[in-house]
């Protein structure tokens, strides 16, 4: 089972961008899906963005798409994130995620992954 170490999270102004990374351990990290998650003070953990193994396909909530970029380097064992436009409401620990099945990244939901990272602090102030 592959094991997730994220990176990447700070402070930022309204408007700015950062970029988070997502190391994973073992030789098998390209079968996974891959999702980011965060989690704001007091709120659920919600979903963010997926994608396949291959990149293949994509997945963005709402309040993101347009902002933010996932993609994946196979060859490194990672998946970033890339944040623009970053508002307060983006203020969150964020979460990397996988999972062997495929379907994870098109449901984008926190019971369709099975492997999580210990989350990295973003915090976005106006």
């Known amino acids: 089972q592959v094991q997730l170490v994220e990176s990447g999270g700070g402070s930022v102004q309204a408007g700015g961008s950062l970029r988070l990374l997502c190391v994973g351990s073992?030789?098998?990290?390209?079968?996974?899906?891959m999702g980011w998650f965060r989690q704001a003070p007091g709120k659920e953990r919600e979903f963010v963005s997926a994608m396949t193994w291959n990149g293949g396909y994509t997945n963005y909530a709402d309040s993101v798409r347009g902002r933010f970029a996932i993609s994946r380097d196979n060859a490194k064992n990672t998946v970033y994130l890339q944040m623009n436009s970053l508002k307060p409401e983006d203020t969150a620990v964020y979460y990397c995620?996988?999972?062997?099945?495929?379907?994870?990244?098109?449901?984008?939901?926190?019971?369709?992954?099975?492997?999580w990272g210990q989350g990295t602090l973003v915090t976005v102030s106006s």
């Open positions: 073992g030789r098998t990290f390209s079968n996974y899906a």
């Open positions: 995620a996988a999972d062997t099945n495929y379907r994870a990244a098109v449901a984008g939901t926190v019971r369709s992954f099975e492997v």
